[in-house]
């Protein structure tokens, strides 16, 4: 069974970086087609991609994030972590870590971390 889990602040200064890890037991970033995902969900709002790093250490970014946001990983570990810069308020929401694999013979976000509430605020 694949677990993942968020962990970082829950509050976060505007114009600050905000720093979050996801640890995973029961499976290995490393595995040949794993995607290991960032997503949030603003309040309100539904879900937005953030980004990805892959099972080879490659990553991709949303378009709208791009600039502000690098995803890296400790293999070691098994922990891939989110860097979102210049936080604005509009940048609270509940980020969740998620696995995108294949599963009968599509892809799928088959295991998510719990979510962790991130609010951006002085």
């Known amino acids: 069974q694949v677990q993942l889990q968020e962990s970082g602040p829950g509050l976060v200064k505007p114009s600050q970086t905000l720093s979050l890890t996801c640890t995973v037991s029961g499976g290995s970033l490393t595995t040949y087609a794993n995607y290991w995902t960032w997503i949030r969900q603003p309040p309100g709002k539904g879900l937005e991609w953030i980004g990805v790093?892959?099972?080879?250490?490659?990553?991709g970014y949303s378009p709208s994030l791009k600039s502000r946001t690098s995803i890296s990983r400790d293999t070691p570990k098994n922990q891939f972590t989110l860097q979102l810069n210049s936080v604005t308020p509009e940048d609270t929401a509940v980020y969740y870590c998620?696995?995108?694999?294949?599963?009968?013979?599509?892809?799928?976000?088959?295991?998510w971390g719990q979510g962790t509430q991130v609010t951006v605020s002085s």
């Open positions: 790093i892959n099972y080879d250490g490659s990553t």
């Open positions: 998620a696995r995108l694999a294949r599963a009968n013979g599509d892809y799928a976000y088959d295991y």
